[in-house]
């Protein structure tokens, strides 16, 4: 029962999504297959990354996403960044608290998806790691995420 909740709700933010990453590489893939409104990846798996974000730091998370963490993964690794659609929702949990999710399709199993990493990478460590504590102080609980073939 959880997971057909979990699955609806993707459903429903993904349908109200606007993607970041251009959410398709470039280079044409022959592994990809498109029927009406879905692609699919006959090779890869997706992930999902839900992010349960305090009320009082919703706007620092968008913030943070849209300004620092999404342009630092664009530079650092542009097939990830691709790969992955950030979704804000528009309305708050029954606990007050707001689902962000991070979507990853294809998910691609051999580049680097830390958010830390990738923060060094881009500002150098003393930087990133006050961004990224930034973006952990946002967190209402422990990022929950799930592979799907």
């Known amino acids: 029962m959880k997971k057909i909740l979990i699955l609806s709700l993707l459903l429903t933010f993904y349908g109200c999504a606007i993607p970041i990453g251009n959410n398709v590489a470039d280079i044409p893939d022959n592994n990809v297959v498109t029927n009406g409104n879905s692609v699919y990846h006959s090779n890869g798996n ?4 839900f992010n349960k974000i305090s009320p009082r730091k919703r706007g ?14 664009e530079r650092a690794n542009l097939p990830v960044y691709n ?18 999710l991070y979507i990853a399709n294809p998910y ?9 990493s990738i923060l060094i990478s881009v500002h150098g ?5 006050e961004y990224f504590q930034l973006w952990l102080d946002c967190f209402a609980e422990e990022q929950k995420t799930l592979l799907f073939k």
């Open 125 to 129: 460590r003393p930087r990133a790691e």
């Open 108 to 116: 691609l199993e051999n580049e680097d998806y830390d958010i830390l």
């Open 60 to 73: 620092a998370f968008e913030m943070l996403n849209k300004t620092i963490i999404m342009p630092a993964i």
């Open 83 to 100: 790969s992955l659609t950030f979704l804000a929702p528009d309305e708050q949990n029954e606990d007050g608290t707001y689902t962000f």
């Open 46 to 49: 997706s992930m999902i990354a």
